[in-house]
Nanobody
């Protein structure tokens, strides 16, 4: 069982930056691939970025590539999402998720159904 708690969301102006954190419980954090998803009102939850358990494999959605950076510190059981050059369309609730059965960043790995554990989400609002 893994419990995830996100933090770091808030209100930021377009062009600004935020850093989200996701703290995980348990002693086997490094076994889990971690993903960040987001969901805007009226839209489906979408994959943003993910990182393998060891941190050596990372994938970004095209919409955030070059602006967002995912990282993890397995000693601290935490995964981070550094978000720079934020746009209005980045406004959403951001969720972190954990998957024990990582098999590479194919389509299935980027779907919410592949993840076993979810945080409660943190709101990110980008204003003009």
């Amino acid at each position: 069982q893994v419990q995830l708690v996100e933090s770091g969301g808030g209100l930021v102006q377009a062009g600004g930056s935020l850093r989200l954190s996701c703290a995980a419980s348990g002693r086997t954090f490094s076994r889990y691939a971690m993903g960040w998803f987001r969901q805007a009102p009226g839209l489906e939850r979408e994959f943003v970025t993910g990182i393998s358990g060891s941190g050596d494999s990372i994938y970004y959605a095209a919409s955030v590539k070059g602006r967002f950076t995912i990282s993890r510190d397995n000693a601290k059981n935490t995964v981070y999402l550094q978000m720079n050059s934020l746009k209005l369309e980045d406004t959403a609730v951001y969720y972190c998720a954990a998957d024990e059965f990582f098999q590479g960043w194919g389509r299935d790995q980027r779907l919410p159904r592949s993840y076993d554990y979810w945080g409660q989400g943190t709101q990110v609002t980008v204003s003009s």
